[in-house]
């Protein structure tokens, strides 16, 4: 697969100042397979304001997809048209912060053929963080990001192909942006299993979301385990505020539109919603099947030590299916040692932290088919802390706007795979692919750094990397890291598409790294460099080729001989026996041409 075969946008005439952009969720054969139909607002029509494109953090184009939005002033529409039927949308808007920082609320309307068919409550209070990590809500401090949230509905009735439906700010409203509209065609509610216990029915759990429905969930779970026999949640929104806490057993919902768990302790705000395996020193949950339902939280900071996740603890040999997750701090945060977990068909929105993060000793696990977005740090990250994480996979997942860090990580690991996914719109301080030894408890002593032989094939990375406000220099597309020592392993870096990147497509930075093989590379558009070398390391180059480099000089080499590359057949356009290395950083150039930077 080449670049030519990632699907455009077009700008319609009512928008023509938009750029086309490449869709993550429209590159064929790779990433997430999504159940809807995405739409950008900036290419529907409209009587609002186009905003970007911008990749500048802190800028509020800079988290848009694609890094373009349509701001709708009191009264103003985007009116989308429908390629596929569709009785439910996610849309994905940002709301100005109130002057506290608590956020505010307001409304935005969805008609369709002159008649209403929603007005879908719409709030900041989820986005606006400030400062520096772990951030806070002070609109009176620097750095404002995370400005986006998505909001979901079901539109209570089938519309055919070719309709349009009109997203409008209600005229005493505040203004809205409004970035993409996800529509789609939701299966009906899935009826309880045979057999199965019923969370309402047998233990008085509330589906109108007014009483806390913990115990009673925790009481079904524990029977269930006990019977031997699969949890039903009906159609339903429950109030959860602790973690239910489950280990052999299969706890299934109605669907992820229909069976919501929800809540937080309106008294002690580090007690919230979660499904979360017995802890590893407790002895872990295993024969645990999670699917079919949403976990919508409420938590509206980051605080590293809460344990307010979606999914946590230890789970072993068991599956996490078709799981809707949103704004927690943290998708799944998974705390081994455990073996075995498959979480896959997942969407996971809107986090303060992680989307996944594969944390101590997690082996022979894999997230696949999930689609990942707005997450306040790494997309997909994994983390041996002190404990080896073996042949783990993140394949065929779409990663799109970590608001910080990276789309896809692995900070050490042995023999592990990260494979046909699709990663886009790195806002800052991290890349779209990154392999590391980083992080405490990542070192060859304790067998927790990079080792054994790891894959990345079959990957597209669409305007990933950016600008690290730390180092304040570009971060690559792909980049490579030492830090704790140097990585010393088979890296295959494979058939791959390296699109648009905002920075250089290649980075190696701190400590060395030796045993990087690039083959069947595209690289195709940067705003800086082909290579940014800033620490030793060993390469071979085969069949990489680089088209749309921003500097003439295609790479920056301040190490020297220190890097060593041996080029095999059918490499063009990054290499030069006469690399730059120059005392300031060049700015990027993004042209916006509707192809990647001078393609």
């Not at 539109?155 to 349009?164: D, E, R, V």
């Not at 344990?307 to 946590?312: F, P, R």
């Amino acid at each position: 697969m080449t670049a030519t075969a990632v699907l455009v946008g077009v700008a319609p005439a009512a928008h023509a100042a938009a750029v086309p952009t490449l869709n993550p969720t429209q590159v064929p054969g790779r990433g997430a397979t999504v159940p809807f139909v995405e739409q950008e607002a900036e290419y529907a029509d409209t009587n609002g304001t186009l905003v970007g494109p911008d990749r500048l953090y802190t800028k509020l184009p800079s988290e848009a997809s694609g890094r373009q939005a349509v701001t709708l002033a009191p009264g103003q529409y985007v009116e989308f048209t429908l390629t596929e039927p569709a009785d439910a949308v996610s849309f994905r808007y940002s709301l100005p912060d109130s002057g506290d920082g608590a956020g505010q609320d307001a409304t935005l309307d969805i008609s369709s053929g002159g008649s209403t068919l929603k007005s879908v409550p719409v709030t900041s209070k989820y986005a606006w963080f400030y400062g520096g990590y772990p951030f806070n809500n002070n609109p009176g401090d620097t750095n404002p990001h995370h400005f986006y949230d998505e909001a979901r509905t079901l539109l209570g009735t089938t519309l055919p192909a070719g309709a349009k439906v009109r997203f409008q700010t209600p005229s005493d409203a505040p203004a809205l942006t409004l970035d993409l509209a996800d529509f789609e065609d939701v299966a009906a509610p899935a009826p309880k299993p045979s057999g199965a216990l019923d969370v309402v029915a047998d233990f008085g759990a509330d589906p109108t979301g007014a009483d806390d429905s913990t115990a009673q969930i925790q009481q079904a779970v524990d029977e269930g385990a006990a019977q031997g026999r699969e949890v039903y949640i009906p159609e339903g929104t429950f109030q959860v505020r602790r973690h239910i806490v489950v280990d052999h057993v299969t706890l299934g919902g109605a669907g992820p539109w229909y069976s919501v768990l929800t809540g937080r302790d309106p008294d002690d705000r580090t007690q919230a919603v979660g499904v979360y395996g017995k802890y590893a020193a407790d002895g872990g949950s295993s024969d645990v099947h999670l699917k079919d339902f949403a976990i919508i939280g409420d938590i509206r900071e980051r605080v590293d030590a809460d344990q307010v996740n979606a999914i946590g603890g230890a789970l072993s040999d068991s599956t996490v299916d078709d799981i809707w997750m949103q704004h927690t701090k943290v998708g799944a945060w998974m705390d081994g040692p455990m073996d075995n977990l498959t979480i896959e068909n997942c969407r996971i929105l809107d986090q303060t932290a992680d989307g996944v993060n594969f944390h101590t000793g997690v082996t022979n696990s894999r997230v696949t088919n999930t689609f990942v977005r707005n997450t306040g740090d790494d997309g997909l990250a994994m983390w041996p802390e002190n404990t080896p994480n073996v042949k783990d996979e993140f394949t065929h997942n779409t990663v799109v706007l970590p608001i910080l860090a990276n789309n896809i990580v692995t900070y050490g690991g042995k023999d592990i795979t990260l494979s046909d996914n699709v990663m886009a719109d790195t806002v800052t301080n991290g890349g779209g692919l990154h392999v590391a030894n980083r992080y405490p408890g990542v070192n060859s002593g304790q067998g927790t750094a990079v080792s054994g032989t790891l894959t990345a094939a079959r990957n597209t990375l669409i305007r990933t990397g950016n600008s690290d406000f730390n180092w304040n220099f570009g971060v690559g597309a792909l980049w490579f890291d030492g830090l704790n020592e140097p990585i010393d392993a088979r890296l295959d870096i494979s058939d791959t598409d390296v699109l648009d990147s905002s920075y250089e497509a290649i980075q190696l930075i701190e400590g060395a790294t030796d045993g990087l093989h690039f083959s069947n590379v595209a690289i195709d558009g940067t705003g800086t460099y082909a290579l940014q070398v800033q620490a030793p390391g060993t390469a071979s180059f085969d069949h990489v080729t680089a088209t749309g480099v921003a500097q003439e000089n295609p790479i920056h080499n301040c190490v020297g001989e220190g890097f060593n590359i041996t080029q095999g057949e059918g490499n063009s356009g990054w290499y030069t026996d006469q690399p730059e290395c120059t005392g300031t950083w060049p700015a990027p150039q993004w042209t916006y041409d509707g192809r990647p930077s001078g393609s």
